[in-house]
Every structure is written in C-alpha cells, then in structure tokens.
C-alpha cells in the first residue's frame, strides 16, 4: 500500500513557474515508476508526464514537452513536476499515481495508488 500526497499547486499567471511535490508514504517507492496527470474542468482526466524506477527515463504528453520536467527523489520518497511558461490551458487539478511497475508509461490503466490533486490555476 502507499499513500500519495501531492502539493505545490496555486494561482499564478501566464508564464510563471511553479514545481509541485508528490510525497509516498510505504515501502519500495524506487522500484515504481510515478506519474503526473491532470483534469480540467469538464474534461477527462490526461496523462502529463512520467518518469520510470530509477528516473533515468522520462515521457512526456505533447502539450508540455520543453516546459514541465519531472523528476524523482527516492531517498525522499518524492517526485516532482517543475512546471515553466505556464500557460492558462494548464489549469487543472494534478495528480500523482504510483506505477504497476518500474517502467513509465502514459497509459492511465498502468498506475494504481492515486493522490487526491493539487490545484494549479493559471490567470491570463
């Protein structure tokens, strides 16, 4: 079991930068891969970016490909999203997932343990 807790969301406005956390509680969180997903308002929840065991392998979804990174700390039982040039179609609640496995994917089916969201809201 292992529970995920995200934070670091807020209001900011177009073209800044936030970073959020994603703190897991339980066992063996360097074995797993970890994800980032979002949902906005009346619209079905997407894949944002993923990241595999050892950090070494990252994805992301088109639409935040040279502005978002994730990465992961394993001695802190943390991975992150550091989040650039925000744009207003960026506002969603985000969410962290723990993978099946080690292996990252954008596959939403792949990843069970989800955290409860973070708000990011971002003003034209």
Request: charged share 20%; glycine share 12%.
């Amino acid at each position: 079991q292992m529970q995920l807790v995200e934070s670091g969301g807020g209001l900011v406005q177009a073209g800044d930068s936030l970073r959020l956390s994603c703190a897991a509680s339980g066992r063996a969180f360097s074995l797993y891969a970890m994800g980032w997903f979002r949902q906005a308002p009346g619209k079905e929840r997407e894949f944002v970016a993923a990241i595999n065991w050892s950090g070494g392998s990252t994805y992301y979804a088109d639409s935040v490909k040279g502005r978002f990174t994730i990465s992961r700390d394993n001695a802190k039982n943390t991975v992150y999203l550091r989040m650039s040039s925000l744009k207003p179609d960026d506002t969603a609640v985000y969410y962290c997932a723990k993978g099946l496995g080690g292996v990252a994917t954008m596959d939403s089916q792949k990843y069970h343990y989800w955290g409860q969201g973070t708000q990011v809201i971002v003003s034209s």
